[in-house]
């Protein structure tokens, strides 16, 4: 495997189910982040991690829980979604930025239907 | 607080022509960068060009080049020579401030390439 990969690619879950999703990196990257793209929206960041730790976290509600046990592994803990949760989830990583702000490389995204 | 803004929904262009996507952004940062991303219909996004802010040059790759107006806070991409394979939802990004992790997006631009 190269690049940025997410598993599932697809995931249709109900309200009451807890499920994540997973991505991992291959590039030798420190920094990795999620991202919700939503139709007819501009992407949301929604967490960043850097070096394990994270970063940010852009008012993100509760049930969805980020978790990165190392640099080249991050979870999406989701719980009690709703249906505007819907949306393709995207994953990104990046070297840690320092002086320069390293381009960030995407994987294909779980597509998320909550019902 | 970042923008970034994309007025062209939708475009098409007849294979081998030249398109023009265009972008405009602002920021307070006085270093920032900028990205184009293309994401085709399989939903990986990948990265175009990328243009530093300090850099008066016009970043080119290949058959991509963009037109950085940094006093008019504009940056388009042009495409020479469309391939069916550009095809692709089209993503202007902006990074403010050296080290920053935030990628603000505009809401893209669906490009269909016309055989």
């Known amino acids: 495997e190269t690049g940025v990969t997410q598993t599932p690619r697809h995931l249709?879950?109900?309200?009451?189910?807890?499920?994540?999703?997973?991505?991992?990196?291959?590039?030798?990257?420190?920094?990795m982040y999620w991202y919700k793209q939503s139709a007819k929206k501009p992407l949301e960041l929604m967490f960043v991690y850097n070096f394990k730790e994270q970063t940010e976290n852009n008012s993100v509600p509760?049930?969805?829980s980020p978790e990165c046990p190392n640099s080249s592994h991050l979870f999406l803990h989701l719980h009690t979604l709703q249906p505007e949760d819907s949306a393709l989830y995207l994953c990104a990583s990046s070297r840690p930025s320092g002086r320069e702000t390293d381009t960030q490389y995407f994987g294909p995204g779980t597509r998320l239907t909550v019902l | 607080a970042q923008t970034v803004t994309q007025s062209q929904p939708e475009m098409s262009v007849q294979e081998a022509e030249t398109v023009t996507l265009s972008c405009t952004y602002d920021t307070s940062e006085s270093n920032y960068y900028l990205f184009w991303y293309k994401q085709p219909p399989s939903r990986q996004m990948i990265l175009v060009i990328?243009?530093?802010a300090y850099k008066q040059q016009n970043a080119t790759e290949n058959r991509f080049s963009v037109n950085f107006q940094k006093a008019a806070k504009s940056f388009s991409l042009k495409i020479s020579d469309s391939q069916l394979g550009d095809t692709a939802m089209y993503f202007c990004a902006l990074a403010g401030g050296a080290g920053s992790y935030q990628l603000t997006f505009g809401k893209g631009t669906k490009l269909s390439v016309i055989p």
Do not use: I, P, Y
Request: charged share 25%; aromatic share 4%; net charge positive.
């Open chain 1, 12 to 31: 249709v879950m109900g309200m009451t189910n807890k499920k994540s999703l997973k991505c991992e990196q291959h590039l030798g990257h420190n920094a």
């Open chain 1, 62 to 64: 509760s049930r969805f």
């Open chain 2, 50 to 52: 990328r243009q530093e």
